[in-house]
């Protein structure tokens, strides 16, 4: 039987990340990924059943992250609600610079793999927005937010809003730096839930 050795895995997901990123993950072809990843196609499959089980692990392994550090930081109490809902931005933001790749096959695939993987697609991603939601929840407690906020609809906003811009950003990142848009999102949201 054969045996995973090395970082494969990681290569295997990085390389991913970057085929479906340029080929949309429809077109994407195991031997594309194996070739970018400098592996074997059958490589691949000793630790991937297919293509989809690939992409549920990008978006596990990003959203995991994105909840443990986010949960780290929502239960300190040396800031404010509203300073852990820019953190919350920040962190999302910061991944998707230092991997643009990433942010590419967010925006295109995130929705319709959930919608097909229901029951399989990564607990992590909904931990991550009731951590969220937990600290609203605080920032109404403390009066800092508006209590007429709905909680459901300011996370829809919120995560919308980011895939939105996002989605602009990968189709012109001159006219829409992830930068500015982060700058954006945190003005709007901090201004439109303060009390």
Known sequence: ???????????????????????????????????????????????????ESILLKIFDALWEQLYNEFKTLSESESFSPLEKIESMID???????????????????????????????????????????EVFKQGIKQKAFNESVDIKIFRFYLLGAMRNLLNQWAQDPKAFPLNKIRQNIKFLTKHGIKR
Do not use: C, W
């Open 1 to 51: 039987m054969r045996t995973k050795e090395g970082n494969k895995e990681k290569d295997i997901l990085e390389a991913a990340v970057k085929v479906f990123a340029e080929q949309g993950y429809h077109r994407a072809k195991i031997s594309k990924i194996s070739e970018t990843a400098n592996v074997a196609t059958g490589s691949v499959y000793v630790y991937f059943q297919n293509k």
């Open 91 to 133: 962190l999302v933001f910061d991944v998707f610079t230092e991997n643009p790749s990433l942010a590419i096959v967010f925006v295109n695939e995130q929705h319709q793999l959930a919608k097909r993987n229901e029951e399989g697609f990564t607990n992590y991603y909904n931990k991550f927005l009731g951590v969220g939601e």
